[in-house]
């Protein structure tokens, strides 16, 4: 499995008795997917869904999500809810994790319960049929009051239900129940109603006796419910319970020994559930193919790129988008390969492939820290310009060339611009990096640099320079890389980025001229940061074809920041936001989800 799939509901205001999903690659560090919104609304029963739970049908290439038919928000109290509340079981199916049918609702309550709370299920081989249990208040015959129990029936479809039987009873109320498979045990976890603390059992067979397993820790841990189990992808198992009494949400629990019913509790710092409080849900480890998936299809805030990019050239060649980014996650921005991702629609991108690997013989004259790339085409033909770090550990910028602009790229066995060439022309900079492509006509022009801006013609095979053309910029307040130019009705808009990329206060400056070299008026900043979109900036612009309409790809770090405790400024992803001119016909601050 690679990565986890959280359906729950956030709370008890207007809307908030719905499912949500949250998307995670690690199991401890959650993006909340669909803008935050629900993905699913009942329209049918209390009109509303809480307890949501996901479940894989591997012989049907189904899944199902199954909730609870109840909404505290419409005013009717606890008692009510649960003393004659739904006997009904929210119940929908997908084929994908992305298209759901509508809910219907399954009658599953024993006749005399007074509702149908937290159901789950599980599959069992012997019966050849999946296992529902929920709880639900009831008073049997010879009691002298109504408890909550846990009740079960058997569906191979989710459709029909065998008739509901007591699975699991206690002398005081229990709820919430969760069970897990590991090397042929079976393991459940209950909410004492009562005390509002888990019991942790085990048995050797699904519907067989279970036996308690002690646990100082889950005795000592009150005012949680919701409890859920997972493998994380480390091979220790993490129960996470809702911290409901405190409003706090989900925390998780470590253990890597079953059988020993010892749990340490992680760290703050070691997990983050995402924006919103997640209450009482289920989570379903998915394959690489499904995460990627929903990923695509639910995740609508700036960052289009699914895993840590930065540095990213966005272009258009025909009807498809590209971007070519940095490959980022490594110590000291120290990675070696470049990929390629494409889209027909500009928003969902897919990773081609790796098109040039610095650490190889690919480029001669590298030894890696492969970055800042970008590309440009010419009669067919399409030449990727990149960083790269020489043996002497000086950066110098490459071009490689291809007939596709997905590759394969053939590199130039020296690189186009170095150190040394600068100072040949009566110039110098902080490092020869951060190359971005230019067009006036026919003419190719690069512009790179570190702490000082350049721009620097190409010649006509688009592999070397012209180096009498190299031109020092003005203007440029606060410049440490990356600048990109776009022409607009006649004006010259100069944008780049400053401070430094490990920065929270990296951000993209702004300036304006009435020559491409020159000087640069300073009209202010159009990039910065915004809640956890911290450290914007190294960007690039796209004029959409045949329109008066403009995208700009930029990095950020890694989210959520939690999960990076250190090196945020080699822990980036990449995002995309529109770009827009006012009335005066200057570029608009950017604005960022």
């Known amino acids: 499995m690679s990565g986890y799939l959280f359906a729950h509901f956030t709370g008890e205001k207007k809307g908030e008795e719905q499912v949500y999903f949250a998307l995670s690659r690690d199991g401890l560090f959650w993006k909340d997917m669909n803008e935050g919104r629900p993905v699913l609304t009942s329209d049918r029963g209390e009109k509303g869904a809480r307890d949501p739970f996901l479940i894989r049908d591997t012989r049907r290439k189904k899944y199902y999500l199954i909730a609870t038919d109840l909404r505290i928000e419409a005013g009717k109290g606890w008692k009510v809810a649960q003393e004659e509340g739904s006997p009904y079981l929210l119940v929908w199916e997908s084929e994908d994790l992305i298209h759901w049918s509508e809910e219907r609702m399954c009658k599953i309550a024993p006749e005399g319960a007074g509702c149908v709370w937290a159901p789950e299920a599980i599959f069992d081989e012997e019966r050849g049929a999946f296992l529902v249990f929920w709880a639900s208040k009831i008073q049997l015959s010879g009691e002298d009051r109504a408890k909550h129990r846990i009740f079960a029936s058997y569906t191979k479809d989710f459709v029909d239900f065998s008739e509901p039987f007591v699975f699991l009873e206690r002398d005081e109320d229990v709820i919430d129940t969760t069970i897990f498979v590991s090397e042929g045990k079976y393991y459940r976890i209950s909410k004492d109603e009562t005390t509002s603390r888990l019991i942790f059992e085990v048995a050797d067979s699904l519907t067989g006796v279970y036996t308690e397993l002690p646990s100082d ?80 299809a639910l995740h609508e805030d700036d960052q289009v790129l699914e895993g840590l990019y930065a540095d990213p050239d966005l272009v258009q060649f025909g009807d498809t988008f590209y971007l070519y980014p940095t490959t980022d996650g490594f110590t000291n921005w120290s990675g070696s390969e470049f990929s390629v991702f494409s889209s027909k629609d500009g928003r969902h991108f897919e990773n081609r492939g ?46 490689a060339k291809a007939e596709s602009p997905l590759g394969p790229f053939l590199a130039e066995k020296e690189p186009l611009l170095t150190p040394e060439l600068l100072l040949e022309c009566q110039h110098k900079a902080a490092a020869v990096i951060d190359p971005s492509v230019y067009w006036e006509g026919e003419d190719c022009y690069l512009v790179f640099g570190n702490c000082e801006p350049f721009l620097v013609k190409l010649t006509e095979d688009m592999l070397h320079i012209e180096p009498e053309s190299l031109t020092w910029f003005a203007g440029a307040v606060d410049f440490r890389e990356s600048m990109i130019i776009t022409k607009r009705e006649g004006i010259y808009h100069f944008t780049w980025s400053c401070d430094d990329t490990g920065s929270e206060n990296y951000h993209v400056n702004y300036g304006t001229s009435d020559c491409l070299t020159g000087p640069i008026r300073f009209e202010g900043c159009i990039l910065e940061k915004k809640g956890e979109s911290l450290g914007t900036g190294h960007h690039s612009i796209l004029k959409l074809d045949g329109k008066d309409e403009y995208r700009i790809a930029y990095h950020r770090f890694g989210t959520p920041l939690k999960k990076y405790k250190e090196g945020k400024g080699f822990h980036r992803e990449v995002c995309m936001a529109e770009l827009t001119f006012g009335e005066d016909g200057k570029m608009q601050k950017v604005k960022i989800r």
């Open 217 to 296: 820790f889950l005795a000592a841990l009150a005012g949680v419910e919701g409890p859920e189990c997972y493998r994380l992808p480390d091979g220790r198992w993490c129960l996470i319970a809702d911290r409901f009494k405190a409003g706090k949400g989900y925390m998780p629990i470590y253990i890597e020994d079953l059988q020993s019913g010892s749990f340490v509790a992680a760290e703050e710092e070691e997990f983050d559930f995402g924006r919103s409080t997640k209450r009482h849900g289920g989570v379903l480890p998915l394959t690489d193919e499904e995460y990627r998936a929903v990923w695509e």
């Open 354 to 399: 790796k098109i040039l690997d610095l650490a190889s013989e690919d480029v001669p004259w590298a030894v890696g820290y492969a970055w800042a790339p970008c590309i440009a085409e010419k009669n067919g033909n399409y030449y990727f310009y990149f960083c790269g770090k020489r043996e002497d550990g000086k950066s110098c910028i490459g071009v």
